[in-house]
């Protein structure tokens, strides 16, 4: 069992928000074939992964927060900081976006499942 029970260990490391054992998502890598394909149930406790038809819906919005920070948290590195030409910023803001759109449509998805449910109690 993990020692870390915590929401973030399982979200940052591809875990079941319950067990923090079994993998999420089929694949650890985001950036391979299949980065959208996960699991039904956690493959070490069982935890249904698919508590309901279009749950997963609302990842949307947490989706789209991490593309808002990932922006603003750039821009104000970027062009406040360095002095990057604002055209220049947006003509490498745009690619950078798309690559990241596997990563983030997975951590929104393993945000959004660890918001309902709760890591394992750790027995002493």
């Known amino acids: ?13 591809n875990k079941c928000p319950r067990c ?6 089929v694949t650890n890598s985001a950036f391979s074939r299949n980065f959208d394909k996960m699991h039904d ?5 069982g ?3 698919m508590p ?3 749950f ?3 990842s949307m919005f947490v989706s789209y927060a991490f593309y808002t920070m990932y922006t603003l948290l750039t821009f104000f590195i970027c062009v406040s900081w360095l002095d990057v030409d ?11 976006l798309i690559l990241l759109t596997p990563y983030f449509f997975r951590l ?7 918001i309902f449910i709760a890591p394992k109690p750790v027995a002493s």
């Open 1 to 13: 069992m993990s020692a870390n029970h915590s929401r973030l260990y399982s979200i940052l490391n």
């Open 20 to 25: 923090q054992e079994g993998n999420f998502f």
């Open 41 to 45: 149930h956690c493959p070490h406790c």
């Open 47 to 49: 935890e249904n992964f």
């Open 52 to 54: 309901e038809p279009g």
């Open 56 to 58: 997963y819906w609302a």
């Open 86 to 96: 604002l055209d220049y910023y947006l003509i490498g803001l745009v690619p950078t």
């Open 108 to 114: 929104a998805r393993r945000v959004w499942l660890s």
